[in-house]
Every structure is written in structure tokens, then in C-alpha cells.
């Protein structure tokens, strides 16, 4: 099974800071990787799909790069509501989670 | 508007069973794959299964393998996961989930509210 791995676990940032969150596939998964946001007592919003598309909706300062095996989630300025936890995801996998805090 | 409603959660004790619902609306899952996703309390996200349109194809996660049974309704528009045989480690919020695209896997763009299954002596 592919296993995949979030770092950080846990982060602290402020408002404006870029901040990026990496994911990476035990083995290559081509483009087949898919972020998510979720807040507390919240279902996940899906963010990126695709690596790098944006999903409708979704604000231009949430950006995703990578193929097979390492991939990135970018948020270039961090605004009070994107305090939350990030999922990376490839099919029936999730990695672990991390936990943007605010600093 | 499109929304997927989960029902029929509660506390039952282990080696109970309980059977989950899925309600959807606004558009019609003959076309999707639907799956269902778990979160225990303060963990992370878990597939817990999926199946495709005509049910002919179902997949587990390996710690509910023969204890889970995914299905559907098409006619009903609704999603079902029978759980049998209960553990503690089976505590978790339960989503309902539906891919961006017809037809195949796909990242999942709608969830449901999530149901909280406990499981409890």
C-alpha cells in the first residue's frame, strides 16, 4: 500500500506569512494527489486537485506543486480563517494531518 | 443545491450493529462512485470504503473487512454502510462522500455533515 506523509504535523504562523506544508508518497503517484482544509467539528473542504488544480471556489492564495512523490501545498498569505488542519490525500490514503496554528 | 445527509448514528455497545444512511440531493448518485470517510475523535481522516454505480465493485479498508457491507440505492438516491460486529476502535464521526467527477475515482468535493457513530459499553 502507498503511504503517505505530512510535514510539518503541527505549525505555527501569523497573518501574512507564506506558509507550505509538504506531502510525500512512499512511491510515485504521478499528479493523483488531492489536498483538503478542515475545521473544527467541520466536514473537509477539498482545496487542490490534481496537484495543482484549484478547486472552484477555492481563493488564488492556495497553490499546489509536485509529482510523484513529493508535492506541496502553498498558502502565500495567510488570512485569520485558513487556521485549520490540511489533509494530503491520493485515493484511498490520507496523510496524518497538519495543524496550522496561529503564532 | 447539491448536499449529502447522513442519518442513523447513535451510541451502541460492542458487538452491536448499526446501519448508516446517506440521503442525497440535488443531484443524482447513479453516476458516482460514493464512498465513506471516518474520523475518529482528535484523529485524522480515514477511507473507510467505497462502491461503484451498479454496486458491482466494493472495496474496504482492511479493519472492516467482513464486518462493514457499503451499498446504495440509486432509485432512493441514498448510500448505505451496515456495520457489524462493533469495536471501540470504531468510534468516529462517519461522512458520506461523492468525487468531483462521474464515473471513476476523483478527489471528493462534497461531504456530508458527518454522523457520529459510538461505540461503548
Known amino acids: 500500500d502507498i503511504q503517505m506523509t505530512q510535514s510539518p504535523s503541527s505549525l505555527s504562523a501569523s497573518v501574512g506569512d507564506r506558509v507550505t506544508i509538504t506531502c510525500r508518497a512512499s512511491?510515485?503517484?504521478?499528479?493523483?494527489l488531492n489536498w483538503y482544509q478542515q475545521k473544527p467539528g467541520k466536514a473537509p473542504k477539498l482545496l487542490i486537485y490534481?496537484?495543482?488544480s484549484l478547486q472552484s471556489g477555492v481563493p488564488s492564495r492556495f497553490s499546489g506543486s509536485g509529482s510523484g512523490t513529493d508535492f506541496t501545498l502553498t498558502i502565500s498569505s495567510l488570512q485569520p480563517e485558513d487556521f485549520a488542519t490540511y489533509y494530503c490525500?491520493?485515493?484511498?490514503?490520507f496523510g496524518q494531518g497538519t495543524k496550522l496554528e496561529i503564532k | 443545491e447539491e448536499q449529502l445527509v447522513e442519518s442513523g448514528g447513535g451510541l451502541v455497545q460492542p458487538g452491536e450493529s448499526l446501519r448508516l444512511s446517506c440521503a442525497a440531493s440535488?443531484?443524482?448518485?447513479?453516476?458516482?462512485?460514493m464512498s465513506w470517510v471516518r474520523q475518529a475523535p482528535g484523529k485524522g481522516l480515514e477511507w473507510v470504503a467505497n462502491?461503484?454505480?451498479?454496486?458491482?465493485?466494493?472495496y474496504y479498508v482492511d479493519s472492516v473487512e467482513g464486518r462493514f457491507t457499503i451499498s446504495r440505492d440509486n432509485a432512493k438516491n441514498s448510500l448505505y454502510l451496515q456495520m457489524t460486529s462493533l469495536r471501540a476502535e470504531d468510534t468516529a464521526v462517519y461522512y458520506c462522500?461523492?468525487?468531483?467527477?462521474?464515473?471513476?475515482?476523483?478527489?471528493?468535493?462534497?461531504w456530508g455533515q458527518g454522523i457520529m457513530v459510538t461505540v461503548s459499553s
Open positions: 462522500v461523492r468525487p468531483r467527477l462521474a464515473y471513476g475515482y476523483d478527489a471528493y468535493d462534497m
Open positions: 440535488g443531484f443524482s448518485i447513479r453516476s458516482y462512485w
Open positions: 462502491i461503484n454505480e451498479d454496486e458491482s465493485k466494493k
Open positions: 512511491q510515485s503517484i504521478s499528479n493523483y
Open positions: 490534481a496537484a495543482s
Open positions: 490525500q491520493r485515493s484511498s490514503t
